[in-house]
């Protein structure tokens, strides 16, 4: 990675931490353990029923928490002028939207990994699940970074873009949850492959469809 990119990842990855301008770690963990927490007092506290749907949950969480940070991925960039000041120095759309994917990846994947842990004792997962669990967020967190970029392009500048963003992302993200919630099952190994196809697939489309979207947001 060039010296410009690595700046512009570093920072990303400032803005997007905790305690960054854009602050987009605390509020999606703060939701992820508040959907963990609140499940079981809807449910009841049955141990085998929490144990058989809880790893949906968490994926369920998971989705949702990705999609709240979209509004501050690529708009306020391009309010700024900041796209046109990287063009202007040689840095594509393309290669913006490929660090900016893995700045917000780092800003969120790894935080809600460490967040499954407590989600999953508060769920009643055995060690098992709990491993399909973390398995399955390190393979589809990356395709939900990308997606959450890619759709915060298209959506920049469009007036209730960040409601908008939030419905796109749902039903893009099926592929990703169904594959990801279906390792849980017995044997579903397989669940895990196919969820990091689907997250592959993500990551190689995102940063090109993204880059399209900032040029055409951009006029």
């Given at each position: 990675?060039?010296?410009?990119?690595?700046?512009?990842?570093?920072?990303?990855?400032?803005?997007?931490?905790?305690?960054?301008?854009r602050g987009g770690t605390l509020l999606p963990?703060?939701?992820?353990?508040?959907?963990?927490?609140?499940?079981?007092?809807?449910?009841?506290?049955?141990?085998?029923?929490?144990?058989?749907?809880?790893?949906?949950?968490?994926?369920?969480?998971?989705?949702?928490?990705?999609?709240?940070?979209?509004?501050?991925?690529?708009?306020?960039?391009?309010?700024?002028?900041?796209?046109?000041?990287?063009?202007?120095?040689?840095?594509?759309?393309?290669?913006?939207?490929?660090?900016?994917?893995?700045?917000?990846?780092?800003?969120?994947?790894?935080?809600?990994?460490?967040?499954?842990?407590?989600?999953?004792?508060?769920?009643?997962?055995?060690?098992?699940?709990?491993?399909?669990?973390?398995?399955?967020?390190?393979?589809?967190?990356?395709?939900?970074?990308?997606?959450?970029?890619?759709?915060?392009?298209?959506?920049?500048?469009l007036r209730g873009g960040a409601a908008l963003?939030?419905?796109?992302?749902?039903?893009?993200?099926?592929?990703?949850?169904?594959?990801?919630?279906?390792?849980?099952?017995?044997?579903?190994?397989?669940?895990?492959?196919?969820?990091?196809?689907?997250?592959?697939?993500?990551?190689?489309?995102?940063?090109?469809?993204?880059?399209?979207?900032?040029?055409?947001?951009r006029g």
């Amino acid at each position: 990675m060039s010296r410009p990119l690595l700046a512009i990842l570093r920072r990303d990855i400032g803005l997007l931490l905790l305690g960054g301008k854009r602050g987009g770690t605390l509020l999606p963990l703060l939701f992820f353990l508040a959907v963990a927490m609140l499940f079981p007092f809807a449910v009841g506290p049955d141990p085998t029923l929490l144990a058989r749907t809880g790893g949906g949950v968490i994926w369920v969480a998971a989705l949702l928490a990705a999609i709240l940070p979209i509004d501050r991925l690529v708009e306020p960039d391009i309010e700024l002028g900041l796209f046109d000041q990287w063009a202007l120095r040689g840095i594509s759309e393309e290669a913006v939207m490929g660090v900016r994917i893995l700045a917000h990846w780092i800003s969120f994947g790894p935080p809600l990994m460490l967040a499954a842990l407590p989600a999953a004792a508060l769920l009643g997962l055995d060690g098992e699940k709990l491993r399909l669990v973390e398995l399955g967020l390190l393979a589809g967190t990356p395709g939900l970074a990308a997606l959450g970029v890619m759709v915060a392009a298209l959506t920049a500048g469009l007036r209730g873009g960040a409601a908008l963003g939030g419905l796109l992302v749902v039903p893009l993200s099926v592929p990703l949850l169904v594959f990801g919630a279906g390792s849980l099952a017995i044997g579903g190994e397989g669940g895990l492959a196919l969820c990091g196809a689907a997250s592959l697939v993500l990551l190689a489309i995102a940063p090109f469809a993204g880059a399209a979207a900032v040029r055409g947001a951009r006029g």
